[in-house]
């Protein structure tokens, strides 16, 4: 998947790196209704057909590699039935995708920049988690970000425990002694299995140097007698703010990522309720401002510590050229350029301004103002 951003870190430094003159953006909502999701490529297809259209009048085009390159970026497509939303960013020079794990406004834009704000809201989800499962005869480690996860498999990864108990069954050393001495043995087998894999635990924990940062979130799978093995005797113990029990030997990446992904939206949930309450605190304080024209205004002078959006929201309005950049809410008069996705732009100047941006759910901003910011001063 070459087209596809690696990131959406990555997809924002490359946008802004562009100096196209024009830039498609396409939003397309997933529905997975039909058998390999027929009406989302139906769907991809018409939304590309679209696109092929709106460049027919642009001076310059070469319409012959632009509908290849189109082409390529069609068959480079993927996406599963985790994905709701697909975003597809088109330029003289750049054909690519990104596709997102919430749901997303379906839009296809023409412009002289591209549409972003998605981009931002996927931003949120890039927090970097390991998992590591354990079962009885080996260690897997997965990575994610943006709702991501890759199974690592390298010189270290997956780690095989290959120093299982062998013996061999002893006889009996008397017929009158019936079953008490194989009992006995069975014993020391229990008691040397459990040493032994407390090792392996150790062995895990020298290779796991190097795979989780500070930032990275870890969470631990696997039977309660591993898990609790891990948590006593390794070092990454206290790192864990997560167990998972169970038997997952047969999971692949997708069914290890639904297993996880439930863990890491209530990870960022929490993350977003500490910079509500944050904000609060800051409103208290007079750090704040609410409101489109008020944010708009805060952002320009640089004041806008953390850019609040509810998700969702979108509106249109304009800059009047009559006062410095003043944001005006509604339709423009001739002389003004009208902008039906301001958001959009106030979130893109954000960027620009090296503010923070945070999308909340729709309803938690006081005031019905959809839009605040943390101020600096």
Not at 123 to 142: C, G, H, I, P
Not at 169 to 185: D, M
């Amino acid at each position: 998947m070459k087209h596809k951003f690696p990131t959406a870190q990555e997809a924002i430094r490359l946008i802004k790196l562009n100096n196209d003159k024009h830039c498609i953006s396409a939003l397309l909502s997933l529905k997975h209704i039909s058998p390999g999701q027929r009406e989302d490529w139906n769907s991809l297809d018409k939304m590309m057909k679209e696109i092929f259209e709106i460049t027919d009048g642009i001076p310059g085009m070469n319409q012959g590699a632009f509908k290849d390159s189109l082409a390529e970026l069609f068959r480079s497509v993927k996406f599963n039935r985790n994905d709701k939303g697909l975003g597809i960013y088109i330029s003289e020079t750049m054909f690519r995708f990104m596709t997102f794990p919430f749901e997303v406004k379906e839009r296809l834009v023409l412009g002289g920049s591209f549409q972003i704000k998605e981009l931002h809201m996927l931003r949120q989800y890039a927090v970097e988690y390991t998992v590591l499962y354990l079962s009885e005869k080996k260690a897997r480690l997965f990575a994610g970000t943006d709702g991501s996860l890759t199974e690592l498999m390298d010189g270290n990864f997956p780690l095989l425990h290959t120093d299982q108990y062998e013996y061999e069954h002893p006889s009996r050393s008397s017929s009158y002694a019936g079953n008490s001495h194989l009992k006995a043995f069975e014993k020391d087998r229990s008691v040397i299995e459990k040493i032994r894999f407390e090792d392996f635990v150790r062995d895990i924990s020298k290779h796991l140097h190097g795979y989780l940062s500070t930032e990275s979130i870890f969470i631990l799978c696997g039977s309660k007698a591993g898990t609790a093995s891990f948590l006593n005797h390794s070092e990454f113990g206290d790192k864990v703010i997560s167990v998972i029990h169970g038997c997952y030997d047969w999971f692949d990446v997708n069914e290890f990522k639904e297993l996880i992904w439930p863990l890491m939206q209530s990870n960022i949930q929490k993350r977003l309720a500490g910079i509500l309450e944050e904000f609060k605190e800051r409103m208290g304080e007079g750090f704040s401002e609410e409101g489109m024209v008020q944010v708009w205004n805060a952002v320009l002078e640089g004041r806008v510590q953390t850019l609040l959006v509810e998700n969702g929201y979108e509106t249109g309005g304009y800059l009047d050229s009559l006062t410095p950049n003043i944001f005006r809410p509604g339709l423009a008069p001739a002389a003004e350029r009208y902008m039906p996705y301001a958001v959009n732009e106030l979130v893109s100047l954000a960027d620009k301004k090296g503010s923070r941006v945070v999308f909340v759910e729709e309803g938690r901003l006081p005031q019905g103002d959809h839009v605040a910011a943390i101020c600096r001063y």
